[in-house]
C-alpha cells in the first residue's frame, strides 16, 4: 500500500536548522512531483515547496525562500526539505504530499517547534 512516512521534526531555537526527510513507497516515486506542506494551530494548510518529477524545477512560500530548500533522491525513494534560519512562525506539523492528477497521498505528518 502507499506510505508516506516524514521524520525530522523536533524543537529547535530561532535561528536554528533542521532537515525533514519523508520516504516513499507502494508508487512509482519517480512519476510523482513531491511537496511540503505545513499547518498551525488554528491555520489553514499551506504549500510550502514543491519539486517536479525529475528535481527540476523547485517553487517555495514566499516567507521560506532563501531559508529552505526542496530536494529529492529518485534512487531512494525520498524528499527533504532542508530547514535553516528557523523562526517561531515556522512552527507547524509539516507533511509531505505526493501528486500525479488526480491522486493525491499524504504522510501523516511531523511536528517542528521553533521556540527558545
Known amino acids: 500500500q502507499v506510505q508516506l512516512v516524514e521524520s525530522g521534526g523536533g524543537l529547535v531555537q530561532p535561528g536554528g536548522s533542521l532537515r525533514l526527510s519523508c520516504t516513499a513507497s507502494g508508487f512509482t516515486f519517480s512519476f510523482y512531483a513531491m511537496s511540503w506542506y505545513r499547518q498551525a494551530p488554528g491555520k489553514e494548510r499551506e504549500l510550502v515547496a514543491v519539486i517536479g518529477s525529475t528535481g527540476s524545477n523547485t517553487n517555495y512560500l514566499n516567507s521560506v525562500k532563501g531559508r529552505f530548500t526542496i530536494s529529492r533522491d529518485n534512487a531512494k525513494n525520498m524528499v527533504y526539505l532542508q530547514m535553516n534560519n528557523l523562526k517561531p512562525e515556522d512552527t507547524a506539523v509539516y507533511y509531505c504530499?505526493?501528486?500525479?492528477?488526480?491522486?493525491?497521498?499524504w504522510g501523516q505528518g511531523t511536528q517542528v517547534t521553533v521556540s527558545s
Open positions: 504530499k505526493a501528486n500525479r492528477d488526480p491522486k493525491n497521498y
